[in-house]
Nanobody
Framework: QVHLVESGGGLVQAGDSLRLSCAAS????????VGWFRQAPGKEREFVAA????????YYADSVKGRFTISRDNAKSTMYLQMNSLKAEDTAAYYC?????????????????????WGQGTQVTVSS
């Protein structure tokens, strides 16, 4: 069983920055494939970013590319999402997700159905 806990959300103004953290426990962190998703009110949960076990490869949704940076510290069993130049449309609950089995396709990486474990979410609200 993997336990994920997000933190770092809050209320900010457009153009500000936030850093989200996701602390994992229950399994060796570098064995997990991890990523961030978000869900705005009335919308489906959508992919934001993902990172390989080594941290070398990163993947982003087009809507956040160039503004958000995903990273991981396997020694601390923690994943991060640095969010810069925030926009009102970034307002959502942000969730970290983890998967044990290897990811073999990009469609797997982007699909919320591919992930076995989820955190409780942290709210990010950006005022314009």
């Amino acid at each position: 069983q993997v336990h994920l806990v997000e933190s770092g959300g809050g209320l900010v103004q457009a153009g500000d920055s936030l850093r989200l953290s996701c602390a994992a426990s229950g399994r060796t962190f570098n064995s997990l494939r991890v990523g961030w998703f978000r869900q705005a009110p009335g919308k489906e949960r959508e992919f934001v970013a993902a990172i390989s076990w080594s941290g070398i490869s990163t993947y982003y949704a087009d809507s956040v590319k160039g503004r958000f940076t995903i990273s991981r510290d396997n020694a601390k069993s923690t994943m991060y999402l640095q969010m810069n130049s925030l926009k009102a449309e970034d307002t959502a609950a942000y969730y970290c997700a983890a998967r044990v089995a290897p990811i073999t396709t990009m469609s797997q990486r982007l699909s919320r159905a591919s992930y076995d474990y989820w955190g409780q979410g942290t709210q990010v609200t950006v005022s314009s």
